[in-house]
C-alpha cells in the first residue's frame, strides 16, 4: 500500500480509503490511486483489513432466484448502496427450496457476515431468522415482505395481501364472479401465503365463495404458468377471469390461453403481480401490481451497513394496480 501511495502521491490513509470506502474521496484521487494500483499489480486485501478492524464489511443477500429481472432490480439495489459505503455483497439464490436456503444461511454466517439480507422467510427458517434478529450480532433485513405487525425484525417490504385484494376487486369490479388463481409456492413461503389470503378477502367481501379448485399452486416461472391455465380452462364451469400473482406466471397463462384459441380479454382476462419490465410488450400488455423492486434493494442496503446494534427499521412501500388491456368486462356469454 505504501508503495501505492508513493505512486499516487498521496498519503497511505488516502490509499485505504480510495479502495475501501471510495465514497470518501474525490473520483480523480481514486482514479491516480487504482491506475497507481494498477501499474504496481496491488490487490487491496478486504478480508485482513476485516480481521485488523474486527468488524465484517461483506453483506449476504439471498434471493429466490437470479435469473429474475424483478429480483435482479433488487440486487442492483443493495449493491448500489453498498459500493457507496465501502462493503461488498456475497449472494445466492434458494430456488425456492428450504433446504438450499438454510444451507446458503449456514455458509454466509461462517463468513461472518456483517447482515443478512432474506427475499421472506421460508416457514421452515422462520424461528431461525427471528433468532438471529434477537440475538443481534450480524443485521438481519426482511424484504419482499411485511412480517407481521410486530415482527421484531427489520423489513423492508409491500403488504402482499393487501395488494393481491385490490387486484381480485379490479377483476369483481369488471363482473369476473368466477375468477382463478395462480399463485407461488404458498405452503412454504409467508408472502405468497399472503396473495392468496388477499384474494380470498376480496371473495369474501364480495360475496363469492371460495372454490379450492380454482387456485394453483406453482412454481412462478413460465412452463408451469402456462400448465396451470391449461388446467383452469379444462374444466367444465371454466373462469372467466385468472390473477397469476406474479407476471412469469401471468405471461405463461398468456401463452396457455393464445394456444387454446382463446381470445384475451374477450374470454379471459389474465392479471398479474410485480410489473416485470417484459409484461408491458405482451400482447395484450398484462395488467399487473407494480413494486417498486429497486428501492426495496436500496433501502435494505442502508439498513445492512449500518452498525450491529442499531435499532430495527422497517419500510412497508406503496404497490400501485397498472391496468393495461389483458383484464377488460365479462362478456355477455361467459
Not at 2 to 26: C, F, I
Not at 137 to 165: C, F, L, M, Q
Request: glycine share 8%; aromatic share 6%; hydrophobic share 40%.
Amino acid at each position: 500500500m505504501r508503495e501505492v501511495a508513493r505512486r499516487a502521491n498521496v498519503s497511505v490513509a488516502t490509499v485505504s480509503r480510495a479502495l475501501r470506502s471510495p465514497g470518501q474521496v474525490s473520483s480523480a484521487t481514486i482514479q491516480k490511486v487504482r491506475s497507481a494500483a494498477e501499474d504496481l499489480g496491488y490487490v487491496y486485501n478486504v478480508t485482513a483489513s476485516d480481521i485488523l478492524k474486527g468488524r465484517s464489511t461483506v453483506v449476504g443477500l439471498v434471493v429466490p432466484t437470479s435469473s429474475s429481472t424483478l429480483f435482479g432490480e433488487t440486487i442492483h439495489g443493495v449493491q448500489d448502496v453498498t459500493a457507496e459505503t465501502g462493503f461488498s455483497v456475497i449472494q445466492g439464490a434458494t430456488r425456492y427450496d428450504a433446504v438450499t436456503e438454510e444451507a446458503l444461511i449456514d455458509s454466509l454466517l461462517e463468513r461472518h457476515v456483517h447482515a443478512l439480507i432474506l427475499t421472506g422467510m421460508t416457514y421452515a427458517n422462520e424461528d431461525r431468522i427471528r433468532r438471529l434478529a434477537r440475538n443481534g450480532w450480524t443485521r438481519v433485513v426482511v424484504v419482499w415482505e411485511k412480517p407481521g405487525s410486530d415482527p421484531g425484525i427489520s423489513y423492508v417490504g409491500i403488504d402482499n395481501r393487501s395488494a393481491a385484494e385490490r387486484m381480485t376487486e379490479h377483476l369483481i369490479a369488471l363482473g369476473h364472479r368466477r375468477i382463478g388463481l395462480i399463485v407461488g409456492p404458498y405452503s412454504r413461503q409467508a408472502r405468497v401465503r399472503h396473495r392468496l389470503e388477499g384474494y380470498r378477502d376480496a371473495l369474501e367481501k364480495a360475496g363469492i365463495a371460495f372454490d379450492p379448485d380454482l387456485v394453483m399452486e406453482r412454481r412462478p416461472d413460465l412452463l408451469e404458468g402456462r400448465e396451470a391455465m391449461d388446467s383452469l380452462m379444462s374444466m367444465e364451469v371454466r373462469p372467466t377471469a385468472v390473477f397469476a400473482a406474479s407476471d412469469l406466471l401471468a405471461i405463461g397463462a398468456l401463452k396457455a390461453a393464445r394456444l387454446r384459441g382463446l381470445s384475451v380479454p374477450g374470454d379471459v382476462s389474465i392479471a398479474g403481480f410485480d410489473d416485470m419490465n417484459f409484461g408491458a410488450y405482451q400482447d395484450p400488455p398484462i395488467t399487473t401490481v407494480r413494486v417498486e423492486a429497486y428501492r426495496i434493494g436500496q433501502l435494505a442496503g442502508q439498513i445492512a451497513v449500518e452498525p450491529i446494534g442499531t435499532p430495527e427499521r422497517s419500510y412497508c412501500l406503496d404497490c400501485d394496480l397498472v391496468i393495461r388491456s389483458s383484464t377488460g368486462p365479462i362478456q355477455p356469454t361467459q
